[in-house]
């Protein structure tokens, strides 16, 4: 937590977790390498956080899915649709669904306000009929997962306000809701002797806290059973 002369300010990052389920535990712990990254990841150095988010946005519903051949409403032939259209209000956020760079930012025909992102040497992805660009954002610029890029609009050839979202990977066109994200990569060799360490005064912090918690519901406990 911070605070400024006794007064609280806002909460901080939180540096470790812990979950217990059905008797099994589960926990993360924040690391930041020498380079500045940080993230979230197991005892073992496995990423927590999956490469890509399940969708861009928060939507209504889906309007049209990935075909190779569908009857465009408004053209009134049949043509592919090689991506999924998520309706939403105009001005929803949407968000880049992993880091990445941005290819293309602009006007880009039937597609309306357009951006296209490159995450990594296998995979891209395009957000299509935006109303508008989020500030700042150009050509090479860097972005972060979940990063607001844009907002839902319908420029170009649209019947309504929704985001066209594509994904390419290896050169080709494939279906958002059939990939399996892929892992983030894990903690580097060169780093897991400070990662280890990092972990070990973690984990007995949580330990400390988890051991203060059960004392204070023993006593909880105690008084209610004392009627005081």
């Not at 994904?167 to 494939?174: D, K």
């Not at 988890?210 to 009627?227: I, M, N, P």
Request: proline fraction near 5%; charged fraction near 25%; charge should be positive.
């Amino acid at each position: 937590e911070y605070y400024r002369d006794g007064r609280w300010i806002k909460n901080g990052r939180i540096l470790a977790a812990e979950f217990v389920n059905v008797g099994s535990k589960y926990q993360a712990f924040y690391f930041e390498d020498g380079k500045g990254h940080g993230d979230y990841y197991d005892s073992e150095g496995r990423c927590l956080r999956k490469q890509f988010l399940k969708s861009p946005l928060r939507y209504k519903r889906i309007s049209s899915y990935f075909s190779r051949r569908r009857f465009h409403p408004i053209l009134k032939i049949y043509r592919p649709h090689l991506g999924i259209d998520y309706a939403a209000p105009v001005g929803t956020p949407v968000e880049s669904i992993g880091d990445g760079k941005i290819e293309f930012i602009g006007w880009k025909g039937d597609y309306g306000r357009f951006i296209r992102v490159k995450h990594n040497r296998n995979y891209i992805t395009t957000y299509g009929h935006l109303s508008r660009f989020a500030k700042g954002l150009k050509k090479g610029s860097r972005i972060k997962q979940g990063q607001v890029i844009g907002y839902v609009g319908s420029t170009g050839l649209a019947t309504g306000p929704h985001l066209d979202f594509r994904m390419i990977r290896n050169g080709r066109f494939v279906n958002p809701l059939k990939i399996q994200p892929p892992p983030v990569a894990p903690i580097r060799k060169e780093s897991m002797e400070a990662f280890n360490a990092t972990v070990l005064n973690l984990a007995e912090r949580l330990k400390a806290i988890s051991l203060k918690a059960s004392v204070q519901v023993q006593e909880d406990t105690y008084r209610e059973r004392k009627g005081g």
